[in-house]
């Protein structure tokens, strides 16, 4: 029995919209779309482009709801859509707002993150990371990294995705799929070259979860755990909020 899933989304929606082409076209098994929230009027004529159909798109905006800390109100928006259409589980793709916390411990979920994440531990992940900040990160790091030290292979990058958790990108991961980083390229570079691998992860995952196959996954190593790693991670990071998230 097919399994219905909510998909929330506030930008492009590139990543729904091809996941539920997949759905359509039977390459995410035993999966229905239950409905497509989304944030804004902007996102809502995104999905109506990729041809969802307009009887399964929400719009909830955050700012319609009292903004207390617990934010019971947007979520009990959430949850009410839930509801009505059957969901069972929801994915999180390119979804801006903090989801209450009222939404998480009603139902699982995923979300996808474009950088490598390590719940606990120094990452990729966290508030601002989105967009094309963590592929600046990423690059960075790297690039500082491979300069001192050119055999330890670390020129790579990773698509996520994770267990929604109430602390943004700290869910355990699920899959993650490595992606080659170039001397040459630039953020807008790799997060192009990530939006193949960034729908076919998705899929795989909206395939897995309702069938109980999302299993945590525990990386072997830490992303920055040599001594010179972690002044090198300390300037990608404050380059990154420097452009992304002061400006």
Same mark, same amino acid.
């Given at each position: 029995m097919s399994k219905r899933a909510g998909m929330l989304g506030s930008g492009s929606l590139t990543t729904i919209g091809a996941s539920y082409r997949g759905i359509i076209n039977g390459e995410v098994k035993d999966v229905e779309l239950g409905c497509c929230i989304v944030s804004n009027e902007k996102a809502r004529d995104n999905a109506l482009k990729f041809e969802i159909p307009a009887a399964l798109i929400f719009l909830i905006r955050p700012k319609d709801y009292p903004q207390d800390d617990s934010r019971v109100a947007f979520g009990n928006?959430?949850? !009410? $859509? %839930? !509801?009505?259409? &059957? $969901? !069972? %589980?929801?994915?999180?793709? &390119?979804?801006v707002p903090y989801t209450p916390d009222n939404v998480l411990e009603k139902r699982s979920g995923f979300n996808q993150h474009p950088a490598p994440v390590d719940p606990g531990y120094l990452d990729f992940g966290g508030p601002g990371m989105n967009n094309r900040a963590p592929h600046m990160a990423r690059l960075i790091f790297c690039k500082r990294v491979n300069r001192r030290d050119p055999s330890r292979n670390i020129m790579w990058t990773e698509m996520t995705t994770q267990f929604v958790d109430k602390q943004p990108d700290k869910g355990a991961i699920i899959l993650t799929e490595r992606v080659p980083i170039f001397m040459d390229d630039d953020p807008l570079l790799m997060q192009e070259r990530m939006k193949p691998i960034e729908h076919k992860l998705v899929m795989r995952t909206m395939e897995a979860f309702p069938a109980g196959k999302a299993v945590p996954y525990e990386r072997p190593d830490r992303l920055v755990q040599l001594p010179g790693d972690f002044f090198d991670y300390a300037f990608a990071m404050e380059a990154t909020r420097d452009t992304f998230l002061k400006g």
């Open positions: 928006a959430i949850n !009410d $859509v %839930f !509801d009505r259409m &059957g $969901v !069972d %589980f929801y994915a999180q793709l &390119g979804w």
